[in-house]
């Protein structure tokens, strides 16, 4: 069974553009989660998506957006980008959204802002 | 107040030798998830073990445990004979029904394995 897998890998931009990230959870999986990691920050929850409706949001501007599809596939969007918001996005995946499903993770896409 | 604590910013351990990464959690819920995921220098998550709030017994998976104490909210990750190759940053995490199973993540453990 493939793994989740995020698209594109690497990614470098500058201030004020915009980006969008995407994300196949492995098959089967309905729920998507995106997480940014920054070395002074760790890990902090963007949002999760479950069937097309966004079931939760973190504590982030709403410079930040996502949205999932009919297949579960789901992309996240930074518009007007900042120097801070240079990280790595982690896109996650489960079968359901309960408390005892197990996330699991793509390789995470490195956002650089020049 | 942080759902998940890790105290430990860095551990060594030497090969073969036995280690644990301590965990502590905040949640009111009965019936809550706990996780612990590995992150090598790759940045990929890797999940390792899964111990749910009413399982009485401890989780194990491979040279992996999860000492489980619930009256002390702990969730301590034992890995048994370290191979170099478990030298990676380690994660503990939370989730919980009343905020909406959202996953909580601690600051993560650095563990290097000395030859």
């Known amino acids: 069974k493939a793994g989740v897998t995020q698209t594109p890998r690497y990614l470098i931009k500058t201030r004020g553009q915009q980006v969008t990230l995407s994300c196949s959870p492995i098959s089967g999986h309905r729920s998507v989660s995106w997480y940014q990691q920054t070395p002074g920050q760790g890990l902090q929850f963007l949002f999760e998506y479950f069937s097309e409706t966004q079931r939760n949001k973190g504590n982030f501007p709403g410079r930040f957006s996502g949205r999932q599809f009919s297949n579960s596939r789901s992309e996240m969007n930074v518009s007007t980008l900042e120097l801070g918001d240079s990280a790595l996005y982690l896109c996650?995946?489960?079968?359901?959204?309960?408390?005892?499903?197990?996330?699991?993770f793509g390789p995470g896409t490195r956002l650089l802002v020049l | 107040a942080q759902k998940i604590t890790q105290t430990q910013p860095g551990m060594f351990v030497q090969e073969k030798e036995a280690v644990t990464l301590d965990c502590t959690y905040d949640?009111?819920?009965?019936?809550?998830?706990l996780f612990w995921y590995k992150q090598p220098s790759s940045g990929e998550m890797i999940f390792l073990i899964y111990q749910g709030s009413y399982d009485e017994q401890n989780a194990t998976e491979g040279r992996y445990s999860l000492n489980f104490q619930k009256a002390r909210k702990s969730a301590n990750l034992v890995i048994s004979a370290s191979q170099l190759g478990d030298s990676a940053m380690y994660f503990c995490?939370?989730?919980?029904?009343?905020?909406?199973?959202?996953?909580?993540f601690g600051t993560g453990t650095s563990l290097t394995v000395i030859p």
């Open positions: 995490a939370m989730r919980e029904p009343s905020t909406g199973n959202q996953f909580y």
């Open positions: 996650a995946s489960s079968k359901l959204a309960g408390g005892s499903e197990t996330q699991y």
């Open positions: 949640t009111s819920d009965q019936s809550y998830g």
